[in-house]
């Protein structure tokens, strides 16, 4: 029933099997054969982004990129894959115990939920998630770049070197020093960005 005040009424929503069905109120059937007019519109809930067995490692960067703010809440509630680690650390080519320390996650710890295939959540999940969300951020700056050397550019070692080199726009720190707290790798992220056109070199 439209408002009576002259502001649209909000819609109605309906649950079914994790997906909300959303009804537009201002809708009406109209009458005789020509009913069900309803503009009904299915919109699947967000949920956690897993990096299972089966997940290919570049499939992952990708869908953390792209993914929703809530994704990003609920992978972070749900922990990641300690073998994520691992393979972080092959890719960026930055050795494992190395990696452990610049996220802030015991050597001990991480190795035992890897051999367990368990996740790793809290302040640990979040670095870890922290630094897959840069390396997407280094493979696009090589997917838009037009220059022959983006060719055959391996971004992730790219990166894996560059997290090592000080930086004088932060203030002579490296950026692996910064990836442990979320606001670090929001830094670094915005430091990241500034140097794309130069990333090649």
């Known amino acids: 029933m439209p408002s009576t005040t002259g502001k649209p009424t909000p819609p109605r929503q309906r649950r079914r099997s994790g997906k909300v069905k959303v009804v537009s109120a201002d809708a009406r059937p109209a009458a005789g054969p020509a009913r069900g007019n309803a503009i009904a ?10 990096y299972g067995r089966g997940t290919a490692f570049n499939a992952y960067i990708a869908r953390i990129s792209r993914a929703t703010p809530m994704e990003l809440v609920l992978t972070e509630r749900a922990g990641v894959h300690a073998r994520l680690i691992k393979d972080l650390a092959r ?18 710890t991480a190795e035992k939920k890897v051999a367990a295939d368990e996740t790793i959540a809290g302040h640990g999940g979040q670095a870890v998630l922290g630094l897959v969300r840069l390396l997407g951020i280094s493979q696009d700056m090589a997917a838009n770049s037009t220059a022959d050397e983006a060719r055959d550019f391996d971004a992730a070692r790219w990166l894996g070197h560059w997290l090592e080199i ?8 490296k950026p692996a020093e910064l990836l442990d707290t979320p606001t670090g790798v929001e830094i670094v992220a915005r430091v990241l960005g500034a140097v794309a056109s130069g990333a090649y070199q």
Do not use: M, Y
Not at 91 to 108: C, N, Q, T
């Open 166 to 173: 000080p930086q004088p726009s932060l203030g002579g720190r």
């Open 91 to 108: 890719h960026l080519d930055i050795p494992a115990s190395r990696l452990f320390a610049i996220l802030g996650v015991a050597k001990a």
């Open 41 to 50: 519109t299915e919109v699947r809930e967000p949920a956690e982004i897993a």
